[in-house]
């Protein structure tokens, strides 16, 4: 049995829950978001115990495959209708910079031009600083804010000798020593 399928999947009170043969409706204070998910696997709405449950056919590869997958999926959505996903990117470098124009985002990154991102439908950027190098993205769904923020960090990468770039808050960037010049003789 699929250790993450088996649990269940916890429901707040505010949170509406509509399954309608393979395609699932969550509608929480944040936004409305659906997902069609494979006909074999067994969703079901415990609205007594607050939960949703699922259940996987039979033991084949592929059941065992979306069994988690599903559950996870429908788990993101709970999460995101009720307190949403957060990126935060920061920008390195002289001259670097983010600024708003309107809904969208505009990088300053060491090219000629300007980089301009829309964010889609659902998704809000922000520039968290006024010297413009903090960036975040929010949104309920959490596939549609991670694919944004990337776009976002494929903008100009951070290279490995200065540093310089979009990278997420968190992460780590390896560095690499630059050429050294032996005194050979």
């Given at each position: 049995?699929?250790?993450?399928?088996?649990?269940?999947?916890?429901?707040?009170?505010?949170?509406?829950?509509?399954?309608?043969?393979?395609?699932?409706?969550?509608?929480?204070?944040?936004?409305?978001?659906?997902?069609?998910?494979?006909?074999?696997?067994?969703?079901?709405?415990?609205?007594?115990?607050?939960?949703?449950?699922?259940?996987?056919?039979?033991?084949?590869?592929?059941?065992?495959?979306?069994?988690?997958?599903?559950?996870?999926?429908?788990?993101?959505?709970?999460?995101?209708?009720?307190?949403?996903?957060?990126?935060?990117?920061?920008i390195e470098g002289l001259g670097y910079q983010a600024r708003m124009d309107?809904?969208?985002?505009?990088?300053?990154?060491?090219?000629?031009?300007?980089?301009?991102?829309?964010?889609?439908?659902?998704?809000?950027?922000?520039?968290?600083?006024?010297?413009?190098?903090?960036?975040?993205?929010?949104?309920?769904?959490?596939?549609?804010?991670?694919?944004?923020?990337?776009?976002?960090?494929?903008?100009?990468?951070?290279?490995?000798?200065?540093?310089?770039?979009?990278?997420?808050?968190?992460?780590?960037?390896?560095?690499?020593?630059?050429?050294?010049?032996?005194s050979g003789g």
């Amino acid at each position: 049995m699929s250790r993450i399928g088996k649990q269940s999947i916890p429901v707040p009170g505010d949170v509406k829950i509509n399954i309608a043969g393979s395609k699932i409706v969550v509608e929480g204070k944040k936004d409305k978001l659906e997902l069609s998910f494979n006909p074999t696997m067994i969703v079901k709405h415990d609205a007594a115990a607050k939960a949703i449950t699922v259940a996987r056919p039979n033991d084949e590869r592929t059941s065992r495959a979306l069994h988690g997958l599903t559950r996870t999926l429908i788990n993101n959505m709970v999460v995101g209708v009720t307190t949403g996903f957060t990126k935060k990117l920061k920008i390195e470098g002289l001259g670097y910079q983010a600024r708003m124009d309107k809904k969208s985002v505009v990088l300053s990154v060491g090219f000629a031009n300007q980089i301009t991102h829309t964010p889609p439908e659902g998704v809000t950027v922000e520039v968290l600083d006024k010297e413009g190098t903090q960036i975040q993205v929010k949104g309920a769904d959490k596939q549609k804010v991670g694919q944004f923020a990337a776009e976002i960090r494929a903008s100009r990468k951070p290279e490995p000798y200065k540093g310089k770039g979009i990278r997420y808050e968190n992460e780590v960037i390896r560095r690499k020593e630059g050429k050294s010049f032996a005194s050979g003789g």
